[in-house]
């Protein structure tokens, strides 16, 4: 895993379409919210996607984010007190986030998965997932955010709508249009069949 060698031809072209969609602006946002979230213990990586990568990559930043999100007494993933040195260790604590995440409110096709972040594979997909669970703590609004409101899109929340008896009866005798129409159909202007166009020069 660790040691795989440079991509060349295809696999080299793929790699640096997917390098592209990372986004140096969401990195700076993403970095001070985790900070503002977590505080200031947590440090800050260096700029770039290497630094960005090696921050996150032992999961446990990514914990403390996601526990920070709930209140205290219900704090969804464990935090090992000495970051675990061993790789499947680091990737067992990835994968606690990743879950955490998934029951706080995050879609499946907003997740990234663990090699994406470990092996730098997709670092775009991991700012992804974050810029998701951020727009979810927004739009909860139930107090555990920290930061500013503006750094995250409010999700759209459902709108229900209430009609009385009389409303819904009404609606009853209406045609949708996806019955079809017959207005404005008219055979004006069409000709027999089998009878040849009228051409005229």
């Known amino acids: ?29 993403l970095v001070e919210w985790i900070i503002a ?7 800050r990586p260096d700029r770039g996607r290497v630094g960005f990568q ?48 998934e029951d ?8 990234f ?8 594979k ?3 997909a991991v700012q992804r997932t974050l810029m998701a669970l951020g727009s979810l703590a927004v739009t909860k609004n139930d107090g555990h955010y920290r930061g500013d409101p503006n750094w995250f899109m409010k999700k759209a929340q459902e709108h229900k709508r ?11 005798h209406v045609i949708g249009l996806q019955m079809g129409s017959n207005r404005g159909a008219s055979q004006a202007g069409m000709t027999g069949y089998g009878r040849p166009r009228q051409i005229i020069s």
Request: proline share 6%; net charge negative; hydrophobic share 30%.
């Open 37 to 43: 979230q977590c505080g200031p213990d947590v440090g």
């Open 162 to 172: 209430e009609f009385t008896e009389s409303q819904l009866q009404e609606g009853k």
């Open 122 to 124: 997709d670092l775009a």
């Open 104 to 111: 706080y409110g995050v879609t499946k096709t907003d997740m």
């Open 1 to 29: 895993m660790a040691n795989k060698g440079p991509s060349y031809g295809m696999s080299r072209e793929v790699q640096s379409k997917i390098e592209k969609k990372y986004d140096e602006e969401i990195e700076e946002r």
């Open 113 to 120: 998965q663990t090699v994406d972040l470990f092996e730098g």
């Open 54 to 101: 090696v921050w996150l990559k032992n999961g446990v930043i990514l914990s403390k984010l996601v526990n920070s999100l709930y209140p205290d007494g219900s704090k969804p993933v464990k935090v090992p007190e000495n970051p675990p040195s061993m790789v499947f260790k680091q990737m067992e604590q990835v994968a606690q986030f990743l879950k955490a995440a």
